[in-house]
């Protein structure tokens, strides 16, 4: 049966679910979990680690070891982000050949969408113990408010981790979905996302199985991550006016106050104070070992952090507007994404949409929950559940001049299509080049560039005599496409905006290659290691028999001239990578145990 | 005899006319249906008919079968209860899904100014094979023709003075009906373009409609239109045009394929991988039925003195496209010559020359085949 699942691929922590038998449930990983914290690391031989097991290693390899890695995504290198990135994170981030970020570990590149295929494979492997076969179709979601490049650049990570990444749709629309399906509902709601990365808000109308999407908006560079930095911020001030050190310049106390951080501010959810101890975090150059030892309190925590709370109600509060609608329209407020549990968030949404937020869904599961509802609802046709999902950013080209002239405004219900005649702006000009954009700046350079290509072959006439037309369409699955048409002569151009992900065609065939080498290598370690426990035990279990006396027995002592010789024929195999000599060596110790078994047996 | 509950009260469905029907409700029906006012109940009508309780009986079931009458509580409102559907339960709303979904595909070709059962189908595209009922392509290609005939209230099927939860409660249904998610897994060739065009004007509707200030423009526009006679479409750019460029993007997907393939076949070619270019070119033959492809194709066998049965049945292919042409004839007869055919050779270049009289190249040909053969 056809089946695609739904993942969340969240900046601190992903989560897969699936339909089954019309329940949408969360698959959780081998350890029980339902969510896997989205950390990846490359071991000193070269191994991948992922989830709970990188998590756990990051403070010992600190510079090998890659968390919010979704913050870089489809960002070029100069952007702030990567700048951010590159003074704050531990691990060491280098310009790729497209102008785009890439992370060195062990000596070799990792592209993001490397990165985050890295965890992709890692869900879809908990979906295939889970289901008894490998998903290859996945919906995958992200932040309401990511552009096409970010957005194309997660396909690629699809790609690249074996999956066929057949909608990429927003996180708080998702986190709807998995409110409303399955009740009746005639309601109007606002969903609040606050995770570790990224802020959204989405509203919408829910009517008769239909999930209106009306506005959406975001940041995606406000999260949980923020509010432990303005922790570690704190602690580091304090240490520093302590004892004239900044504990921020050395990786590894930068790790612990890190983990410190984020455990502090999980604490006082639930608390009014912690305790912070962090003993031996730096040790002076004359040997003295220094110690951090503080408390915090709740009040503190939301003094750091209050403004970042603001923020988030401000952009509501643009949404809000941009819907036509007021807080007395909503109906519901449902709140998603990990840090909605700090109860000043909790609060102070209550006091701006004046009710209290519903409690319907659970803040980590409900995005993958979603996510697999839609994927069950393009694979059965089915009538209950429809997504009317929109595009966040406006979307359009350059004009003369240097403007940005706006063809699909943003939160048009997709698919959609917009077309526009456009006329030449020199006398006898023979090409028109088509730059196309995404953002909200009136000026073109301020905004996003999504790709661009020339109309050639005009015909020589006086400017404003040609006419272009120029037509952009966004798909159901939201692939832009671009077409211009010389009017006059019919003559056509268009592309596919996907050529800003960061990553050529090539080069994404390459990394699927690598990778699927990669698992194959892993698989063949694998089972070379079993075969060398095979050999061993066989090894062991003869030696046991044999070091019993011989007895001066003319055949038992044969035998055990047989397998001593056996033993270090398969001892010199023992450490190569040669996998069928290992095989033979094992059938051949056990041929040599079963005689010496029998023999001892009749002895 | 009947399971009709005693308590139900009829009500007479304002939405069909009963003169639409096939077969005409009789007298009696006609005097039952009279007396129905959605408060009476069936009991009270079997007292009072006068047509005794099983021929009234009889005649509710004939009513509600027609669809003349709703029955509170039969059909209707099929998910009023708020819990996940579970499998069992699933089946039994489907079915008075489908009841909802006919009754919205006939109001909606209400909104239309056509005549269903007379309208000219363009019946190529409703005989192409699609998953995709036969009422419904024929639904989609009478909505998609005639939708720049009619303005976004008629479209939506609402009043001027409609509100927001009226235009939702119109639109969602439409929305969900022509979707392209909904198709997803379905085949739906050059159905496609036709239903995301269908969904995206549906949805500019809507959104003008619930937005104030966009309504009050449409509104502006709309009357102006009335005034002048002219269109009652939609006031952007991108609506006036939609239907040509409708077209143009059908062209432009087809053109685009056909270069895509004819570049795998050249390659494929260049590789000596013959078998499967020749493929790639039938495949981009069938999308569009290039003379100069064919000759090319025809003439490439030739020089390379492979597949000349291919090669000849490219140049037929040229030939039936441009008949006049002598040089998918004479390239025919090569072809030929080539096999060793020369009687067939001989009458093609004949044939050509007849299109190209005194044509030296044919004359030589012709005269050196004729003494072959004599020889
Ligand atoms: N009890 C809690 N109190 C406060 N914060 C919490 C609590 N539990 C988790 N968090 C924070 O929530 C964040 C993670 O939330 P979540 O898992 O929803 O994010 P994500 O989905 O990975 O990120 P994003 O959606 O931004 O990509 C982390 O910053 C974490 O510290
Ligand atoms: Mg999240």
Redesign the pocket.
């Known amino acids: 049966m056809e089946r695609i699942i739904g993942i ?1 691929l ?5 989560c897969v679910a699936v339909v089954e038998g019309g329940t949408p449930q969360v698959i959780p990983n081998k350890g029980g979990y339902k ?1 896997t914290p ?1 950390v990846v690391a490359i071991t000193e031989s070269g191994r991948r680690l992922v989830g709970q097991m990188a998590k756990r290693q990051a403070i010992t390899n600190a510079e090998h070891t890659v968390y919010a890695s ?1 913050r870089l995504i489809g960002r070029t290198w100069d952007s702030s982000e990567v700048r951010h990135c590159i003074e704050t994170c531990p691990y060491k981030i280098v310009q790729g050949p497209h102008d785009d970020a890439r992370i060195k570990l062990r000596g070799k590149e990792y592209s993001l969408p490397e990165i985050s295929s890295i965890i992709l494979q890692e869900m879809k492997l908990i979906a295939e113990e889970f289901l008894g076969e490998a998903p290859d179709k996945a919906v995958v979601t992200v ?1 309401a408010y990511f552009n096409d490049n970010q957005r194309t650049a997660t396909k690629d990570a699809g790609r690249i981790a074996g999956l066929d990444i057949v909608r990429i749709i927003n ?1 708080p629309t998702t986190a709807a979905l998995a409110y409303g399906y399955g009740r009746d509902l005639d309601s109007t709601v606002a969903i609040y ?1 606050l ?4 802020f959204d808000i989405s509203i919408l109308d829910i009517f008769d199985g239909v999930f209106d999407v009306l506005s959406t908006a975001g940041d995606t560079f406000l ?3 923020d ?2 930095a303005r922790i570690i911020e704190h602690l580091a001030f304090e240490f520093a006016r302590e004892h004239r050190i900044d504990l921020r310049n050395d990786e590894m106390a930068l790790q612990r106050l890190r983990d410190a951080a ?1 455990k502090a ?2 604490e006082l ?1 639930s608390m009014d104070e912690t305790e912070i101890s962090l003993p031996f975090i730096h040790s002076k150059d004359d040997g003295e070992a220094l110690h951090l030892q503080t408390t915090l309190s709740r009040e503190k925590f939301e003094e750091l952090t209050i403004d970042l709370v603001q923020r988030t109600l401000k952009i509501c509060e643009a949404t809000l507007q941009e819907s036509g609608l007021t807080v007395d329209d909503i109906d519901d407020v449902i709140l ?4 909605t ?2 109860p000043r968030i909790q609060k102070e949404v209550k006091d701006y949409f004046g009710a209290a937020p519903s409690k319907q869904v659970h ?2 599961e409900a ?1 993958a929950l979603g996510a697999a509802i839609q994927g069950a609802a393009l694979v059965e046709g089915s009538d209950d559940v429809l997504l009317l999902d929109v595009t966040p950013h406006n979307m359009g080209i350059m004009v003369h001049g240097g403007g940005f002239e706006v063809l699909i405004e943003a939160n048009s219900t997709i698919p959609t299509s917009h077309s526009h005649i456009f006329t030449t702006v020199r006398d006898n000009q023979t090409s028109v080049k088509i730059v196309v954009l995404q953002g909200d700046n009136d000026q073109a350079e301020k905004n996003e560039l999504l790709g661009e290509f020339v109309l050639s072959g005009l015909r020589r006439a006086p400017a404003g005599e040609v006419e272009i037309d120029v037509t952009f369409e966004i798909s159901a699955d939201g692939i832009v496409s671009v077409h211009a048409t010389d009017l006059e002569t019919g003559k056509e151009q268009s592309i596919t905006v996907s050529a800003t992900s960061g990553l050529t065609e090539e080069e994404i065939e390459d990394m699927i290659a690598e990778n699927e080498d990669y698992l194959v290598e892993l698989k063949h370690g694998e089972e070379l290691e079993d075969q060398r426990a095979r050999v061993r035990k066989a090894i062991r279990e003869i030696e046991k028999l044999i070091d019993q006396d011989s007895d001066g027995d003319e055949i038992v002592a044969q035998l055990q001239q047989r397998a001593t010789s056996a033993i270090a024929e398969a001892r010199d195999y023992l450490e190569s990578r040669d996998s069928d000599a290992l095989q033979t060596a094992g059938d051949k110790l056990e041929k040599v145990l079963q005689s010496v078994r029998a023999a001892v047996h009749s002895a | 005899m009947s399971d009709l509950d005693e308590n139900l009260a009829p009500a007479p469905a304002s939405d069909v006319d009963p003169r639409s029907l096939k077969t005409s409700p009789t007298a009696e029906e006609y005097f039952i249906l009279s007396r129905l006012d959605g408060a009476i109940t069936i009991g009270q009508l079997c007292k009072i008919s006068g047509l005794g309780a099983e021929k009234t009986l009889q005649c509710i079931e004939n009513l509600h079968r027609h669809g003349l009458i709703h029955l509170p509580g039969t059909s209707e409102s099929p998910s009023a209860n708020s819990s996940p559907p579970s499998a069992a339960a699933n089946s039994e709303s489907d079915a008075s899904k489908s009841s909802n979904t006919d009754e919205l595909a006939d109001s909606i070709r209400d909104r239309f100014p056509g005549d269903f059962t007379n309208f000219a189908f363009d019946e190529e595209l409703l005989e192409q094979q699609v998953e995709l009922e036969i009422d419904f392509k024929r639904e989609l290609l009478f909505v998609h023709q005639q939708l720049d005939q009619i303005d976004y209230y008629q479209l939506l099927g609402v009043d001027r003075d409609a509100r927001r939860r009226r235009l939702r409660r119109a639109y969602f249904p439409m929305s969900k009906r022509y979707h392209p998610d909904r198709f997803y897994k379905k085949i739906t060739g050059d159905f496609e373009p036709i239903i995301q065009n269908i969904f995206e004007r549906v949805t500019a509707a809507y959104q003008t409609l619930s937005d104030r200030n966009k309504r009050a423009e449409y509104d502006a526009a709309l009357e102006r239109g009335r005034a002048s006679h002219a269109s009652l479409r939609g006031s952007t750019p991108a609506s006036r045009r939609s239907e040509s460029r409708e077209n143009i993007m059908g062209d432009r997907k087809r053109n685009m394929a056909f270069k895509v393939l004819v570049q795998r076949g050249d390659k494929a070619f260049d590789k000596g991988r013959v078998a499967l270019a020749l493929k790639e070119y039938r495949k981009a033959f069938g999308l569009r039925p290039d003379a100069e492809l064919a000759l090319r194709v025809a003439r490439r066998l030739l020089d390379e003195q492979v597949h000349l049965d291919d090669g000849i049945s490219f140049a037929r292919m040229a030939h039936k496209i441009d008949p006049d042409s002598p040089q998918a004839v004479a390239l025919i007869g090569a072809l030929y010559e080539e096999k060793g055919g020369l009687d067939d050779a001989l009458y093609h270049y004949e044939l050509a020359l007849e299109s190209a009289p005194g044509d030296p190249e044919l004359t030589a040909r012709i005269s050196r085949l004729k003494q072959a053969l004599h020889s």
């Open positions: 969340d969240g900046t601190t922590n992903s969510t989205s979704k932040p996180e996302d995770g570790g990365g990224t999260g949980g991550e509010f432990d984020e501010k999980i959810s998603v994404g990990g840090m549990r700090m803040p980590d995005v």
